[in-house]
């Protein structure tokens, strides 16, 4: 069915790299929520008032959220897809997470309100009532949500859309619910015994935990959050698959929204090289880039000395002693300059977030480490940050 309904509706469906093809993905994932979580609304909503059921009324109102979710969605579609201008010269991509946080803060809601309607069945109980046709409502709800878990997650897949595979993780949420509603059900039928009201508060946790880590993620993203550690190994394989490419550093990727990312780094390249052939190589691997990871990239070429065994002595002994104090450290744009009286060796040493020493102490400590055994040597230390 999502092939069926991808391959009528998105055209060039394929080049999911495409923004126009992305955006034709949410606007199609978007009605198909609307119209889904609608009708599952309609039904669950008039059953769960005829039955005098918190549980089912509660899930009424998580798929009216979701519907409303949903809507919410498709409106920050069509607002990303406005391009670039003056004063937004990266687009407005951004919007997306904007309206995920807003659909955040409805799911929350939904989760408050489901909770003081259990709360309040559990002050003041009303019985329920069984049917075999709010069986079949409910059985009908489970089946529609189990659909759009599987289609929102192989849409997500697909543009390579994290909102978009919450979205199915927020349908199987609500699977769970709606099963475990039928499930009360069941037992108040065969048992006597209702347990709705703890149903209720079952499901308002889901709405309130699904809330929370959702608010989380798109804050995130809006913050400017670490990217994927897949993104950042798919552009170091590009560029160092270019053999004029010795290494890379200080690698940045800024996320303006799904789809829409700008890439920087240092590149170290043979200081000796033809530098019309090694700009050019540079140049195709921007190009690459740009184009299988559908961004914008700028790389920076660091020329290193490849022929002076001196200087590959020496930054080998320092990375041994970077080693010495800790692991986790590392070095690069490692250069000698020779002067009357001493050797300046200037270089960064990459610490990570959170280190245990401070910027200063890191200096002072592979300061001593390398003059102590260097005292002809002073050292030139920039402290770096890992931003992948």
């Given at each position: 069915?999502?092939n069926f309904l991808?391959?009528?509706?998105?055209?060039n469906?394929?080049?999911?790299?495409?923004l126009?093809?992305?955006?034709a993905y949410?606007?199609?994932?978007?009605?198909v929520?609307?119209?889904?979580?609608l009708?599952?609304?309609?039904?669950?909503?008039?059953?769960?008032?005829?039955?005098h059921s918190?549980?089912?009324?509660a899930?009424?109102?998580?798929?009216f959220?979701?519907a409303?979710?949903?809507?919410?969605?498709?409106?920050g579609?069509?607002m990303?897809?406005?391009?670039?201008?003056?004063d937004?010269?990266?687009g407005?991509?951004r919007?997306?997470?904007v309206?995920?946080?807003?659909?955040?803060?409805l799911?929350l809601y939904?989760?408050?309100?489901?909770?003081?309607?259990?709360?309040?069945?559990l002050?003041h109980?009303?019985?329920?009532?069984f049917?075999?046709?709010?069986?079949?409502?409910?059985?009908?709800?489970?089946?529609?949500?189990?659909?759009?878990?599987?289609?929102?997650?192989?849409i997500g897949?697909?543009i390579g859309?994290?909102a978009?595979?919450?979205?199915g993780?927020?349908?199987?949420n609500?699977t769970i619910?709606?099963?475990?509603?039928?499930?009360?059900?069941l037992?108040y039928?065969?048992?006597?015994l209702d347990l709705?009201?703890?149903?209720?508060?079952v499901?308002?946790?889901?709405?309130?935990?699904?809330g929370?880590?959702?608010g989380?993620?798109?804050?995130g993203q809006?913050?400017?959050?670490?990217?994927?550690a897949e993104?950042?190994e798919?552009?170091?394989?590009?560029?160092l698959?270019?053999?004029e490419?010795?290494a890379i550093?200080d690698?940045v990727?800024?996320?303006?929204?799904?789809?829409?990312c700008?890439?920087?780094?240092?590149?170290?390249?043979?200081?000796?090289g033809n530098?019309y052939?090694?700009?050019?190589a540079?140049d195709?691997?921007?190009?690459e880039?740009?184009?299988?990871?559908?961004?914008f990239?700028?790389?920076h070429?660091?020329p290193v000395d490849?022929k002076?065994?001196?200087?590959a002595?020496?930054?080998?002994?320092t990375?041994?002693?970077l080693?010495n104090?800790?692991?986790?450290?590392s070095?690069?744009d490692f250069?000698?300059?020779?002067?009357?009286?001493?050797?300046n060796?200037v270089?960064?040493v990459?610490?990570?977030f959170?280190?245990?020493?401070?910027?200063?102490?890191?200096?002072?400590?592979v300061?001593a480490?390398?003059?102590?055994?260097?005292p002809?040597?002073?050292?030139?230390i920039?402290i770096?940050?890992?931003y992948?």
């Amino acid at each position: 069915m999502t092939n069926f309904l991808v391959k009528h509706f998105v055209r060039n469906y394929q080049n999911t790299k495409d923004l126009e093809v992305r955006t034709a993905y949410g606007i199609l994932a978007g009605v198909v929520g609307i119209i889904c979580n609608l009708f599952l609304f309609a039904v669950k909503f008039i059953s769960g008032s005829l039955l005098h059921s918190v549980a089912v009324t509660a899930d009424a109102f998580n798929n009216f959220s979701d519907a409303g979710s949903s809507i919410i969605s498709l409106v920050g579609v069509k607002m990303a897809e406005k391009p670039a201008d003056r004063d937004h010269p990266f687009g407005h991509g951004r919007i997306e997470y904007v309206m995920g946080l807003v659909i955040a803060g409805l799911i929350l809601y939904a989760g408050v309100d489901a909770l003081r309607g259990a709360a309040g069945k559990l002050l003041h109980p009303a019985a329920m009532e069984f049917t075999w046709a709010a069986v079949a409502v409910l059985v009908l709800s489970i089946l529609v949500k189990i659909y759009m878990s599987v289609f929102y997650r192989r849409i997500g897949r697909k543009i390579g859309s994290t909102a978009m595979e919450m979205s199915g993780a927020d349908a199987l949420n609500d699977t769970i619910s709606t099963a475990l509603t039928l499930v009360c059900l069941l037992v108040y039928k065969f048992t006597g015994l209702d347990l709705d009201a703890y149903a209720g508060i079952v499901v308002a946790v889901l709405l309130l935990k699904t809330g929370y880590e959702g608010g989380k993620e798109t804050l995130g993203q809006l913050l400017g959050q670490r990217p994927s550690a897949e993104l950042a190994e798919k552009v170091r394989q590009i560029v160092l698959s270019y053999p004029e490419v010795l290494a890379i550093h200080d690698l940045v990727i800024h996320d303006y929204g799904p789809g829409r990312c700008h890439v920087s780094l240092h590149a170290e390249v043979d200081g000796e090289g033809n530098i019309y052939e090694l700009h050019e190589a540079i140049d195709r691997a921007m190009s690459e880039l740009d184009h299988k990871l559908g961004c914008f990239s700028v790389i920076h070429m660091d020329p290193v000395d490849t022929k002076n065994e001196r200087l590959a002595e020496m930054r080998e002994e320092t990375v041994q002693l970077l080693r010495n104090i800790d692991p986790v450290l590392s070095l690069h744009d490692f250069r000698m300059v020779p002067g009357k009286h001493r050797t300046n060796l200037v270089f960064d040493v990459l610490v990570p977030f959170g280190y245990k020493l401070s910027d200063e102490d890191v200096r002072k400590a592979v300061r001593a480490a390398v003059e102590e055994r260097h005292p002809d040597c002073r050292c030139i230390i920039q402290i770096d940050k890992s931003y992948t």
